[in-house]
């Protein structure tokens, strides 16, 4: 069979990744991916070599904490991938009192099969209301079941979702999520559809949501299906597909729930959402420090999400430019000037706020005029960027990305890493050392002998297991690290290899230390350009916030308003189509809506 | 959801995720821990049995240093002779289960050598002495692996939660993390 062809004119699929003897490919017996699909991305990054962003630059903290969500950000390529195969979409079942409270039912069709979203909703005091993960009490849980949900599957999860993490499910149910409504907005949004108006935009503000959640759990989580347990043909063969389709519905729940309480507030007065404000509001989400451990234990999935971005932004940059592209992105930056001009001027330090992308976007929007006729516009114009800084910079990258036209099919596929390696214990000591400083070689730029460098340490709370950052001088780990200390493993380990004799085997090593075990295995696993993040969680200096927006701008999600160095809100699928919009003619543009500007009655 | 009265349907990271936490409150580094963590998931899949195995030896922390913190250690110096000498011995020292071993003699044949000495119809629980490193891996697939993956892990209840409760001092009070950040 032959593999797919891409845009760009990539020709290297039977490339091979070249691997020292350091390293072997996990035994087939536990890799579910074939070898051709896990090396994909390296074979199209590598046809690229030349063009592609150093991971020097990408990998740098303040450069992934300035990402934005892009063309292929998971909400983006789930809802293409819903258009593209047919998907239909809808509620199934709604059984709630005036006040929202009660059970509804979603069901999604992809063809193939069908899945069915249950949400259970009540009310709690708003004394309750917590952004944390650690609440236990929820205004919504609900859980995405692979297929119809039958009676006695329905009592099961009456009981079991709404407990959340201490809940037990199966693997019928595929994600499992949570969250509050607005306390701000929801009532007033009920208020105003029973009166029969709709909502007044100085009122509503850059609200751009009426649910937030704050955790999407899937892949084997309280016994739910594993990842690796969706066959190859399955829809949600795709990473975060599952969680992204209970996002969308879980935002579709917003404005039913909305919507149901006008009714029963206003009766015959009450109307529904109108066209403008229809989309505008997406599902807010709330993320503390759980990213961060996720991001540092996975550098084959970090590299996948970094690699898709530069392997685009490569091809868009070396565009030849046709004669209507510089009309699409003029007209992406306006857009999204519009959308940033809507919205707050309230304190996002670290990063710009709304308003302050604003004059940002008049001068990309000047330098594409300057750049637009030369030769190689494109990349002028990124070039232009990065000399601005990164906030700059990867708004253009976001830009740019939009006139990328990737084949879906292949880019689903590139998503998919195969995450297992194992160290060759008979590798020489001049092997590692080798490898060490190819891969690792930027710790010496972070002062990791120095106090400072080592004065937190990760640990997850008794509290719903959330991870939490501990001062060490204030309470000592004991064997309850979690292991994201990743820059100081590797720099210790290669401390010790200082004094080992080159020709040993690595074993020899391990055997005297065996603390080390888990950096050689880091060291083995990180064979990817794009899959260290250049930056050490356990400093005094380290900001969660910037891998924490990486992440959260891969999944799609924008309108980033830290409130701490440690967590922050965001909003995801605002502007998105609604469930019963689905089809054939929904197109891809739907990100960056402007906040409506007229009130109507 | 449980699958009968003594059993509990789980997801194989949750073992993983278990036995790393129970291998570290019982002194074990974090690479050891996850390895343990990764053989016991493996037997599990491809044995039967392991959650239990590897739950009998909660309560003696020696006992599952040796075992299933050491235990693979020989093997790997098994595998390095071999591939100096075409084959290498794997004395344990004491009767190690199988549950400690699984994944580590995966990796060895991964990386093209096989493991001699484990008997037909073996399961997580079963010990060996010693094993040899040498010659061709076994074939294998991943059909244990999916079905595994796609239908979860049928396990012993008791044992599962015996592993919940030992890993439970891995985690912090929420008090004492609120309390040193004050």
């Given at each position: 069979m032959h593999p797919p062809r891409v845009g760009?004119?990539?020709?290297?699929?039977?490339a091979r990744v070249e691997t020292l003897p350091l390293e072997r490919t996990y035994?087939?017996?536990?890799?579910?991916?074939?070898p051709t699909s896990a090396d994909a991305l390296q074979a199209e990054l590598a046809a690229r070599s030349g063009r592609i962003r150093p991971a020097a630059y990408a990998m740098r903290p303040e450069v992934l904490g300035a990402a934005r969500l892009s063309r292929y950000s998971f909400s983006r390529t789930m809802l293409r991938r819903a258009v593209a195969d047919g998907w239909t979409a809808g509620r199934v079942h709604q059984d709630l009192d005036a006040e929202g409270r009660g059970e509804t039912i979603y069901v999604v069709d992809a063809g193939t099969q069908r899945f069915s979203f249950v949400v259970f909703t009540t009310t709690i005091d708003?004394?309750?209301?917590?952004?944390?993960?650690?609440?236990?009490?929820?205004e919504v849980a609900g859980a995405l079941v692979d297929g119809d949900v039958d009676d006695d599957l329905l009592a099961r999860l009456r009981i079991e979702v709404p407990e959340q993490e201490s809940g037990r499910m199966d693997p019928r149910i595929l994600s499992l999520t949570r969250g509050n409504r607005s306390v701000r907005f929801f009532g007033y949004l009920v208020d105003e559809l029973a009166a029969g108006r709709q909502p007044d935009p100085d009122q509503v503000g850059?609200?751009?949501?009426i649910l937030r959640s704050t955790a999407f759990y899937?892949?084997?989580?309280?016994?739910?299906?594993?990842?690796?347990?969706?066959?190859?043909?399955?829809?949600?063969?795709?990473?975060?597909r599952a969680q992204f389709v209970a996002a969308w519905m879980f935002r579709e729940l917003g404005y039913d729930m909305v919507e149901h309480c006008a009714r029963a507030k206003g009766g015959d007065n009450a109307v529904g959402f109108d066209g403008e404000w229809c989309r505008y509001f997406g599902l807010g989400n709330a993320t503390g420090l759980g990213l961060v451990p996720y991001a540092f234990k996975h550098p084959r999935v970090l590299d996948a999400w970094v690699g898709v971005r530069e392997m685009a932004l490569a091809d868009v940059r070396e565009r030849v430019v046709a004669p209507t592209d510089g009309a699409v992105l003029r007209g992406w930056i306006a857009k999204a000037r519009e959308h940033f001009a809507s919205g707050s001027n309230d304190d996002c330090t670290p990063f710009l706020n709304s308003q302050a992308l604003v004059p940002l976007l008049d001068d990309v929007a000047e330098a594409w005029g300057r750049v637009?006729?030369?030769?190689d516009p494109y990349d002028a114009l990124y070039l232009w960027a990065e000399n601005q800084g990164p906030e700059t910079s990867e708004m253009v990258v976001s830009l740019l990305l939009e006139l990328h036209d990737g084949d879906d099919d292949l880019f689903d596929l590139l998503f998919?890493?195969?995450e297992h390696s194992s160290a060759d214990?008979?590798?020489?000591v001049a092997e590692v050392r080798a490898k060490l400083d190819e891969?690792?070689?930027?710790?010496?730029?972070?002062?990791?002998?120095?106090p400072p460098a080592d004065a937190f340490w990760w640990v997850v709370s008794d509290n719903t297991e959330e991870p939490r950052r501990a001062r060490r001088d204030r309470l000592a780990p004991e064997g309850r690290?979690?292991?994201?200390?990743v820059a100081l493993r590797l720099w210790r380990f290669g401390r010790t290899l200082?004094?080992?004799?080159?020709?040993?085997?690595?074993a020899a090593v391990l055997a005297d230390h065996p603390e080390h075990r888990m950096a050689l295995e880091r060291l083995v696993a990180s064979?990817?350009?794009?899959?260290?993040?250049?930056?050490?969680?356990?400093?005094?200096?380290?900001?969660?916030?910037q891998i924490q927006r990486f992440q959260l701008a891969q999944y799609g999600m924008d309108e980033f308003k830290p409130k701490d160095t440690d967590w922050l809100r965001v909003t995801l699928f605002q502007g998105a189509p609604r469930l019963a919009e689905l089809?054939?003619?929904?197109?891809?543009?739907?990100?960056l809506p402007a906040r409506p500007t007229s009130r109507k009655e | 959801m449980t699958d009968g009265r003594l059993q509990v349907l789980v997801a194989p990271r949750e073992i993983h995720d278990l036995v790393f936490r129970c291998a570290r409150v019982a002194g074990l580094d974090a690479g050891a821990a996850d390895r343990a963590g990764r053989n016991v998931t493996a037997a599990e899949v491809h044995l039967g049995g392991a959650v239990e195995t590897f739950a009998s030896v909660l309560g003696d922390p020696q006992r599952l240093a040796t075992e299933f913190g050491a235990g693979p250690d020989v093997l790997v110096g098994a595998e390095v002779e071999a591939r100096a000498t075409g084959s290498g011995v794997a004395r344990f020292g004491v009767p190690t289960p199988l549950a400690a071993l699984a994944s580590a003699v995966a990796d060895i044949g991964g990386r093209g050598l096989g493991v001699d000495g484990i008997q037909a119809g073996?399961?997580?629980a079963t010990t060996v002495d010693g094993l040899q490193v040498t010659g061709s891996p076994s074939p294998s697939d991943g059909t244990a692996a999916a079905r595994a993956a796609r239908d979860g892990l049928a396990v012993d209840r008791v044992a599962f939660d015996a592993l919940i409760a030992a890993a439970r001092p891995f985690l912090v009070a929420e008090s004492i993390l609120d309390e040193i950040e004050d």
């Open positions: 760009g004119g990539c020709s290297a699929w039977q035994a087939a017996a536990v890799s579910l991916i074939p708003e004394s309750a209301h917590t952004d944390r993960v650690i609440a236990d009490r929820w850059d609200a751009g949501y899937a892949n084997g989580k309280f016994g739910m299906r594993s990842f690796a347990g969706y066959p190859g043909d399955h829809p949600f063969r795709v990473p975060y637009a006729d030369g030769a998919l890493v195969d214990p008979t590798a020489t891969r690792f070689g930027w710790l010496g730029e972070l002062n990791l002998d120095e690290d979690v292991a994201v200390d200082e004094d080992r004799h080159a020709d040993e085997p690595v064979d990817r350009r794009y899959g260290e993040p250049r930056d050490n969680t356990c400093a005094t200096s380290y900001l969660p916030l089809g054939p003619d929904t197109t891809d543009d739907w990100v | 073996a399961t997580a």
